[in-house]
């Protein structure tokens, strides 16, 4: 089972994401993310057994997920040789650094290998970008925009009829415990 644990948005907060693909459209190509796919990811476990699930649970049961206030702020690119990534960002957020870094902790010490590097909080909004001329980013942005969120999810990554698809496992809101 290929599994990450992630943060999911509501339809408004998506109909904004969509809007910046519309606009990164308007000027490039590539592969695009669906929007019921548009998700921040908190950590990547890739390939788990299927009887490892219930520890990644129990592991999310023990941690303080808080209620966030989230600003998406910019758009960026991670350039690829075979097509840059581009991304939503968001305005530095202490509780979703807090909360992502005793994820990856507790997650590690059970265990699972995760990557090393600098948590860099970002919505893809597609991958293998070419592009006919280079964005404006602030244009592709529009104005910054806002939600609110107290869930974290553990999510399966699988091909569905050739389409990649996210299945919520689990879930995990804040209070709840």
């Known amino acids: ?3 990450f644990i992630a943060i999911n948005f509501d339809e408004n ?5 969509i809007a910046v693909q519309q606009r990164l459209k308007a000027v490039g190509q590539g592969s695009f993310s669906r929007p019921e796919n548009l998700h ?3 950590a990547f476990l890739g390939e ?5 699930v219930a520890v990644i649970r129990n592991l999310m049961d023990e941690i303080n997920v808080p209620s966030l206030h989230l600003v998406f702020d910019h758009v960026g690119c991670f350039q690829r040789n075979d097509g840059d990534i581009w991304w939503i960002g968001l305005e530095h957020n202490q509780g979703l650094f807090t909360m992502q870094k005793e994820l990856h902790r507790r997650l590690t010490d059970a265990g699972f ?3 090393n590097r600098r948590y860099s909080p970002h919505i893809t909004l597609a991958r293998r970008v070419t592009l006919k001329r280079e964005p404006d980013k ?3 942005l529009g ?9 974290v999810s553990l999510m399966l990554s699988e091909r569905v009829n050739g389409k990649l698809t996210y299945t919520e496992l689990y879930s995990v ?5």
């Open 40 to 42: 921040l990811t908190l």
């Open 1 to 3: 089972m290929r599994l």
């Open 173 to 177: 809101t804040g209070g709840s415990r």
């Open 113 to 115: 290998r995760l990557d």
């Open 143 to 151: 104005a910054p925009f806002i939600t609110n969120v107290d869930t």
């Open 13 to 17: 907060t998506k109909k904004n994401m």
């Open 138 to 140: 602030n244009a592709l």
């Open 48 to 52: 788990v057994a299927p009887e490892r």
